[in-house]
C-alpha cells in the first residue's frame, strides 16, 4: 500500500500539484436538482495555487471514454455547497458551506490502471458543464414530470373473446364471452 501512494505522490509531483488536505473524500450538494456526489480531492497548483477536482481512476478504460468523468468532475466543480465534514466514525452532518473557488475548465483524472502505474490527465470539464446542463438536467426534469398520464378510461381488465377459425381459414362463429369471476 505504501509503493501505491509513493506512485501516486510521484504523479502528482510530476504534474506539480499537491493534494489540498481540507478537501478529501468532500460531499457536494445541489439541493434544487436532488443531486448528491463524493468528489476524491481538491489539488492545487504549486506554481499558482489554483485548485482543481481531481478524481482516482483505476479502470483501464478512463482515458480512453472519458466522458462520463467529465460531467462527473463538472458537477463537483460547479457545485453550491459542500457538506461539512463528516466525523470519521461515520454520521451525519448539517453543516453546509460554498463550494471553494475550484478551476471551472480544467479537472484533473488520477489514473491508476495497474498498481504500480500512475498518471495525472487533465480533461475538459467545461465540456462536461455544457452536457450537463444540455442533456442531464433536461433528461432528469423530463423524468420527473408528472403529467404524461393525462385520466384512465377504464380500471376494467381486458379479456380477448376468441374467435373460431376453421381449416379454410374462415371465420367460425363466435364462443360466449368469459363469464366475470
Excluded at 454520521?91 to 460554498?98: A, I, L, S, W, Y
Excluded at 471551472?104 to 455544457?130: L, T
Excluded at 384512465?152 to 360466449?176: K, Y
Aim: negative net charge; hydrophobic residues 40%.
Amino acid at each position: 500500500a505504501r509503493a501505491v501512494q509513493d506512485i501516486w505522490k510521484a504523479a502528482l509531483d510530476d504534474a506539480s500539484l499537491t493534494v489540498d488536505t481540507g478537501y478529501v473524500e468532500r460531499i457536494i450538494l445541489y439541493p434544487e436538482l436532488y443531486i448528491a456526489g463524493t468528489f476524491d480531492r481538491i489539488v492545487a497548483s504549486w506554481d499558482t495555487g489554483e485548485l482543481y477536482i481531481a478524481d482516482i481512476k483505476t479502470g483501464p478504460n478512463a482515458v480512453n471514454y472519458p466522458h462520463p468523468t467529465a460531467i462527473q468532475l463538472a458537477i463537483y466543480a460547479n457545485a453550491p455547497l459542500l457538506a461539512g465534514p463528516i466525523p470519521k466514525d461515520g454520521g451525519t452532518t448539517t453543516e453546509f458551506e460554498p463550494m471553494p473557488d475550484v478551476n471551472k475548465d480544467i479537472g484533473f483524472i488520477i489514473h491508476m490502471p495497474e498498481e504500480r502505474k500512475a498518471e495525472v490527465v487533465p480533461i475538459n470539464i467545461k465540456a462536461g458543464w455544457e452536457a450537463f446542463n444540455d442533456i442531464c438536467v433536461p433528461t432528469q426534469k423530463w423524468r420527473r414530470r408528472k403529467d404524461l398520464i393525462q385520466h384512465r378510461i377504464s380500471a376494467a381488465a381486458w379479456a380477448p373473446t376468441p374467435r373460431l377459425v376453421t381449416a379454410d381459414g374462415a371465420g367460425g362463429p363466435q364462443d360466449p364471452p368469459p363469464a366475470a369471476p
